[in-house]
């Protein structure tokens, strides 16, 4: 008796782990968002021209994702996250080095480009005593870690309206010592991959019982340093990271909701 008791029991647990989970979390659902805002490269690595240490002129980053994420209960979903981004960031100033030498106008300008997979935490609440499917919108705030492999770097030195080869060391400045040669590929500057935090915070606003729009302010900064070993070794260096501050617009669907 006891044991058709204990069998009955495990029964209803393992039915009740399968059903209720599907009732009260929101399920299967997947987005996509278009990004768009300042994307920043900071501290600039100077390769030892410290002297020529360059203004910030601020450029637009953009890039693209795809989320598919799953609701673990009514508030939490753990996403993947795929997509592309690039950060652009352009370096600016003028001079007058003396020793003889003329005034001088320098221009830096740097393009990474990123393909990114990730882990997110999603986050939602209609702030209701309990989820409540015909709400028209939600607060959603995600967070988490994305892996970025970078495809394409794009990195140009110019003086006096000159392109000049980089790194290099810049006049008035002698060569002696100095520790680095002109590249031919300029993704050999930088890391093959970066590790980012990101965080979203926002909301949705459905248009059907399913389809929301989800639009959010997205923040952004690289955990690790960007800059590729072998050009870390001057004195004075520091670490460069990229950054991304802007908007986030996307189209989300709740596969269960509704």
């Avoid at 459905?206 to 729009?213: N, R």
Wanted: no cysteine; proline share 5%; glycine share 10%.
């Amino acid at each position: 008796m006891k044991l058709i008791q204990l069998r009955y029991s495990a029964f209803i647990l393992i039915l009740l782990f399968f059903i209720f989970p599907l009732q009260a979390q929101d399920g299967l659902q997947i987005s996509v968002h278009g990004i768009g805002g300042l994307g920043l490269v900071s501290p600039q690595n100077h390769y030892d021209n410290s002297f020529y240490e360059l203004d910030y002129k601020f450029k637009i980053g953009y890039g693209g994702q795809l989320n598919v994420g799953y609701g673990v209960n009514s508030n939490l979903a753990v996403l993947l996250t795929t997509g592309y981004q690039t950060f652009h960031q352009q370096y600016k100033g003028d001079f007058r080095p003396g020793l003889g030498a003329p005034p001088q106008s320098h221009l830096k300008d740097i393009n990474l480009d990123y393909i990114n997979l990730g882990v997110l935490a999603k986050y939602t609440t209609t702030f209701k005593d309990s989820y409540v499917y015909g709400s028209k919108a939600q607060f959603v705030v995600m967070g988490g870690l994305i892996a970025g492999k970078l495809i394409d770097a794009k990195v140009s030195y110019n003086a006096n309206g000159e392109d000049m080869p980089y790194p290099s060391k810049l006049i008035p400045y002698s060569a002696n010592g100095y520790p680095y040669a002109p590249i031919d590929n300029d993704k050999d500057l930088f890391t093959q991959w970066s590790l980012s935090f990101v965080l979203n915070i926002g909301g949705d606003i459905f248009i059907t019982p399913q389809l929301a729009f989800s639009p959010s302010f997205q923040g952004q900064i690289s955990i690790l340093d960007i800059n590729n070993k072998n050009f870390r070794v001057h004195d004075a260096y520091k670490a460069s990271r990229t950054m991304f501050g802007g908007l986030n617009l996307g189209l989300t669907y709740y596969f269960n909701r509704g």
